[in-house]
T-cell receptor, first 110, second 115 residues
C-alpha cells in the first residue's frame, strides 16, 4: 500500500522567508497529491492539488511541485507570515482510500 | 454554504461503553469519510460512504461501524470502548466518492476521551 512520509520535526523560520515542506511517497506514482493545512483542534483544510503530469502548481503565496523521479512533492510558502504557522499534511489516494502523511508543523516567528 | 458539522464536539466515555458520533456533510456532497486522528498515528482512514453504501473501509476492528442516511448525513459507532480509542474523530465530505481526486472538506471533529 502507498505510504506517505513527511518530516516529523517542526520547521522554524523567520517571517518573510520561504518555507519548504517535503512529502515523499514510497510506492507507485500516485495520480495526484493533495496538501492540507491543519490548525490545533480543528479539521484539515484543503489547499492545493497537483496531478502527476503537472510539474508545478501555484496559488497566491503557495507553490507545490511534483517530482515522480524523486517520488517527492515540495510545498513552498513564500513571504511567510506568523499566521502561516500550522501543521501541513500531504495526502494521496491509494487503491481505495485517501492516505495522509503525519504532517509537518511550521512555526513562523515575527 | 454551511460547512461540515459534527456533533458532539467533545465526549467523555468510560471503557466498555459505546458511542455514536454524527456528521452532516456540505449540502450536495454525497460522499462522507471518517478518520481517526491521534498524535502517534496521525490521520487514519476509517470508512467512506457514498449514496448510503460503504465504499471503502480502513484497517480498524469491527467495533467501529458507520452508516449513511438518504440525506447524506452519516453516523459512526464505536462499541466496547477501549482507552486507545481516545482520539479526534474527523468527518469529511466531498462531491463524489471512490477514486475521485476531489478534495475533502473536513468538519471540526469530535474529541473523544475514554477513561
Amino acid at each position: 500500500s502507498q505510504k506517505i512520509e513527511q518530516n516529523s520535526e517542526a520547521l522554524n523560520i523567520q517571517e518573510g522567508k520561504t518555507a519548504t515542506l517535503t512529502c515523499n511517497y514510497t510506492n507507485y506514482s500516485p495520480a495526484y497529491l493533495q496538501w492540507y493545512r491543519q490548525d490545533p483542534g480543528r479539521g484539515p483544510v484543503f489547499l492545493l492539488l497537483i496531478r502527476e503530469n503537472e510539474k508545478e502548481k501555484r496559488k497566491e503565496r503557495l507553490k507545490v511541485t511534483f517530482d515522480t523521479t524523486l517520488k517527492q512533492s515540495l510545498f513552498h510558502i513564500t513571504a511567510s507570515q506568523p499566521a502561516d504557522s500550522a501543521t501541513y499534511l500531504c495526502a494521496t489516494r491509494g487503491y481505495s482510500t485517501l492516505t495522509f502523511g503525519k504532517g509537518t508543523m511550521l512555526l513562523v516567528s515575527p | 454554504k454551511a460547512g461540515v458539522t459534527q456533533t458532539p464536539r467533545y465526549l467523555i466515555k468510560t471503557r466498555g461503553q459505546q458511542v455514536t458520533l454524527s456528521c452532516s456533510p456540505i449540502s450536495g456532497h454525497r460522499s462522507v469519510s471518517w478518520y481517526q486522528q491521534t498524535p502517534g498515528q496521525g490521520l487514519q482512514f476509517l470508512f467512506e460512504y457514498f449514496s448510503e453504501t460503504q465504499r471503502n473501509k480502513g484497517n480498524f476492528p469491527g467495533r467501529f461501524s458507520g452508516r449513511q442516511f438518504s440525506n447524506s448525513r452519516s453516523e459512526m459507532n464505536v462499541s466496547t470502548l477501549e482507552l486507545g480509542d481516545s482520539a479526534l474523530y474527523l468527518c469529511a465530505s466531498s462531491l463524489v466518492g471512490g477514486r475521485s481526486s476531489y478534495e475533502q472538506y473536513f468538519g471540526p471533529g469530535t474529541r473523544l476521551t475514554v477513561t
